[in-house]
């Protein structure tokens, strides 16, 4: 009987405290709030000053991408116009960003030289259907 009481305080001086994985939980704490916790309040904290200086005439980026005018505030709601005449309610919270007319990702000169590359040219190829239901091919250049 004396082994086994001899051999129970022996295990038990073994599982002594170990003050380097007290450091090592103690880092990855500190690791995980400067990299995941810290930069998420501060942009939180931005979204919400940009939320509370909203005025009207701004143009905004709202969370779900529209871009809109600010017609009116009111408490925490806004009135965006969305187009010429369409007015819509939105919380402030809705709003991502406020944005400077050059900012916006519509350019009108862009889309008009897309749509100067959808017209075919003289010597494409074209087909269509006719009223039987047959396909008729060919090519518009001249011979």
């Known amino acids: 009987m004396g082994n086994i009481v001899l051999a129970a305080t022996s295990s038990?001086?073994?599982?002594?405290?170990?003050?380097e994985s007290l450091l090592l939980i103690l880092v990855v704490v500190v690791g995980i709030y400067l990299l995941m916790i810290r930069p998420q309040r501060r942009r939180a904290q931005q979204a919400q000053q940009r939320q509370s200086t909203v005025t009207p005439g701004?143009?905004?980026?709202?969370?779900?991408?529209m871009y809109a005018t600010v017609v009116d505030v009111d408490g925490d709601d806004v009135?965006?116009?969305v187009a010429p005449g369409v007015e819509v309610r939105y919380m402030k919270r809705a709003i991502m960003d406020v944005v400077s007319p050059g900012q916006e990702t519509e350019d009108p000169v862009a889309d008009s030289a897309d749509d100067e590359?959808?017209?075919?040219?003289?010597?494409?190829?074209?087909?269509?259907?006719?009223?039987?239901?047959?396909?008729?091919?060919g090519s518009s250049k001249k011979d």
């Open 12 to 19: 038990s001086s073994k599982s002594s405290f170990n003050p």
């Open 58 to 65: 701004a143009r905004v980026r709202t969370t779900a991408g």
């Open 79 to 81: 009135v965006l116009e």
């Open 117 to 137: 590359q959808d017209e075919p040219a003289e010597d494409d190829e074209w087909s269509e259907v006719d009223s039987d239901g047959v396909a008729e091919s």
